[in-house]
């Protein structure tokens, strides 16, 4: 099976700086996809990512694919208490289920 | 906008109930799936279904059943529910991935049940 890796498990950040997340995968991957959850809540779909190389951006969020398709890496600039809670990478598999990294965590402190 | 919905946000139950928990929604997807979260593990696939009456195994779902009558609904049922079956469950659905009508086969997330088992 696919082995997706989260760095870091957890991370502190003071509001107003940037942080990256990365998401690393044991094998080729085919569509990745990122989440944010917040406390006690279901997922929320940020993006999702196909092409080697590939990059896309949402208000301050972005996330790469590399050229060889197996990381992936998340990036918020400037970061808000919104952005607060636990991002999940996840790479599909046929008839489309998803497995997942175990989850960053973060905070943002004033 | 897609909506996917749970019977109960939070919900104690004992040893050896069989408990239901429910999922519905309401975009007339043909898959439907069941996690559990745990912290350090992530979520894990329990149970998935793409079509009505049919289901397959995910990667954990000893303990587990569901049940797909309808489209719109997928329930999980623990049979006898165990202290380790504590833990936050997720349900999501998405359409087909050949589907060309979606731009992708994103899965959409109820707001989850956070099970207790005592």
Same mark, same amino acid.
């Given at each position: 099976s696919q082995?997706?890796e989260?760095?870091?498990q957890?991370?502190i950040?003071q509001?107003?700086?940037?942080?990256t997340?990365?998401c690393? $995968?044991?094998?080729?991957?085919y569509?990745?996809?990122?989440?944010?959850?917040?406390?006690?809540?279901?997922?929320?779909f940020?993006?999702?990512?196909?092409k080697g190389?590939e990059?896309k951006?949402?208000?301050?969020i972005?996330a790469?694919?590399?050229?060889k398709?197996?990381q992936s890496s998340?990036h918020?600039?400037?970061s808000?208490p $919104?952005?607060? @809670?636990?991002?999940l990478?996840g790479v599909r598999?046929s008839? @489309?289920?998803?497995?997942f990294?175990?989850g960053t965590?973060?905070v943002?402190t004033? | 906008?897609?909506?996917?919905?749970?019977s109960s946000?939070?919900?104690?139950k004992?040893?050896?109930?069989k408990?239901?928990?429910?999922?519905?929604?309401d975009?007339?997807h043909?898959?439907?799936?069941w996690?559990?979260?745990?912290p350090?593990?992530?979520?894990?696939?329990i149970y998935?279904s793409?079509d %009505?009456k049919?289901k397959?195994?995910g990667?954990?779902?000893?303990g587990?059943? %569901?049940s797909?009558?309808?489209?719109e609904?997928?329930?999980?049922?623990l049979e006898?529910a165990?202290?380790n079956?504590?833990?936050?469950?997720?349900?999501?659905?998405?359409?087909?991935?050949w589907?060309?009508?979606?731009r992708?086969?994103?899965?959409f997330?109820?707001?989850g049940?956070?099970?207790?088992v005592?």
């Amino acid at each position: 099976s696919q082995e997706l890796e989260q760095s870091p498990q957890s991370l502190i950040v003071q509001e107003g700086k940037n942080l990256t997340i990365n998401c690393t $995968s044991s094998k080729t991957l085919y569509g990745l996809y990122w989440y944010k959850q917040k406390y006690g809540e279901g997922l929320i779909f940020l993006m999702m990512l196909q092409k080697g190389g590939e990059e896309k951006s949402h208000e301050k969020i972005t996330a790469k694919l590399d050229e060889k398709k197996q990381q992936s890496s998340l990036h918020i600039t400037a970061s808000q208490p $919104s952005h607060a @809670g636990i991002y999940l990478c996840g790479v599909r598999h046929s008839w @489309g289920k998803l497995q997942f990294g175990a989850g960053t965590q973060v905070v943002v402190t004033p | 906008d897609v909506k996917v919905t749970q019977s109960s946000r939070y919900l104690v139950k004992r040893t050896g109930e069989k408990v239901f928990l429910e999922c519905v929604q309401d975009m007339d997807h043909e898959n439907m799936f069941w996690y559990r979260q745990d912290p350090g593990l992530g979520l894990r696939l329990i149970y998935f279904s793409y079509d %009505v009456k049919m289901k397959e195994k995910g990667d954990i779902p000893e303990g587990y059943s %569901v049940s797909r009558e309808k489209k719109e609904r997928f329930s999980l049922i623990l049979e006898s529910a165990s202290t380790n079956q504590t833990s936050m469950y997720l349900c999501a659905s998405s359409p087909p991935v050949w589907t060309i009508r979606t731009r992708s086969d994103e899965q959409f997330f109820g707001p989850g049940t956070r099970l207790t088992v005592l």
